[in-house]
């Protein structure tokens, strides 16, 4: 095992179930109240300790990075107007010692493909990879919670980590999931895997614990990635590769404590604007008090 401290996260997918929002601002860029949510995502995996923020991305969607650079004009006006507290909001997003590093997926062929892309950045190192469509909510207020349960568990149980959460029937074909011979899940604990199914049709889903975007890989899956043929979709995936990976070192699914919100479709990112509004210290208190005065 090597030190954990690069997680990939792929940000270069068209965005298509939230246009015409994301035709030209990256669907990662969409605020949740009031930071993008590639923010929360980046801010979810310094909190768990990694250092090295990899983004496949393409060249239009520069907005991202540009996000986490310094905006030098930004931050002098703020200062000369004494504005202390944006001016921290936009100087501080990432803390020293974090660096960001990008890669570019020139065609979208599968989330497998694009963490490939990122081959020459990860090198022989162990690592993570995290969606950026999908935000954790954990009501305890620690977003990065279950993030930091699965970096834990991959260097005590030496066995690749994959967060799960229980999906309703009906969506499970919009999922990877995960056989883990029938075990019963409990939250923060983490069951060996038998095989991974990317998004089967409900009757052949060996179980509704659903793979949300938030993996801890040994090295070993880049070469694994490198033989995956396409699969589900036509696409290269992530899923192929990690089942490959079963047969010669242990695979676990880690049951997740907070809740996910799909931040890549509609609903999920109201949703989540709804829930991160409640509980923002600014306006939260007010839009508790006007959705108990609606009436649906
Ligand atoms: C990807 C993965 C899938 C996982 C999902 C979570 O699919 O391939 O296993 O369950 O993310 O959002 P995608 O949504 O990119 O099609």
Request: with cysteine; aromatic share 6%.
């Amino acid at each position: 095992m090597t030190e954990l401290t690069k997680i990939v996260i792929p940000v270069a997918g068209l965005g298509t179930r939230v246009l015409p929002a994301s035709k030209v601002i990256p669907k990662e860029m969409l605020t949740v109240v009031d930071k993008p949510v590639i923010q929360y995502v980046v801010e979810e995996a310094v909190a768990a300790g990694f250092r090295e923020i990899i983004l496949v991305t393409r060249p239009i969607k520069k907005a991202i990075e540009s996000h986490f650079e310094p905006q030098t004009e930004l931050e002098e006006t703020l200062l000369a107007k004494g504005k202390i507290e944006q001016l921290a909001m936009v100087s501080d997003i990432l803390p020293r010692g974090v660096r960001i590093s990008t890669a570019f997926q020139d065609e979208p062929l599968g989330l497998g493909h694009a963490v490939l892309c990122a081959a020459e950045l990860i090198g022989d190192d162990d690592f993570a990879v995290s969606l950026p469509d999908v935000l954790i909510f954990n009501p305890d207020g620690d977003h990065a919670q279950d993030l930091k349960n699965i970096v834990a568990a991959f260097q005590q149980n030496h066995a690749a980590q994959i967060m799960v959460e229980r999906v309703p029937d009906d969506q499970v074909s919009s999922y990877g999931i995960v056989d883990c011979g029938g075990a019963r899940f409990e939250t923060g604990v983490s069951h060996n895997v038998v095989a991974m199914v990317e998004k089967p049709s409900v009757d052949a889903a060996p179980s509704n614990q659903s793979i949300i975007g938030r993996y801890i890989l040994p090295s070993r899956t880049l070469e694994l990635l490198r033989q995956t043929r396409p699969g589900a979709g036509g696409e290269i995936q992530l899923t192929d590769a990690i089942n490959a990976l079963i047969g010669e070192t242990p695979v676990q699914a880690n049951g997740m404590y907070g809740r996910t919100y799909d931040c890549g479709s509609k609903l999920g990112y109201l949703l989540a604007n709804i829930n991160f509004g409640l509980r923002h210290p600014e306006i939260g208190t007010d839009l508790a008090n006007w959705l108990r005065q609606q009436e649906f």
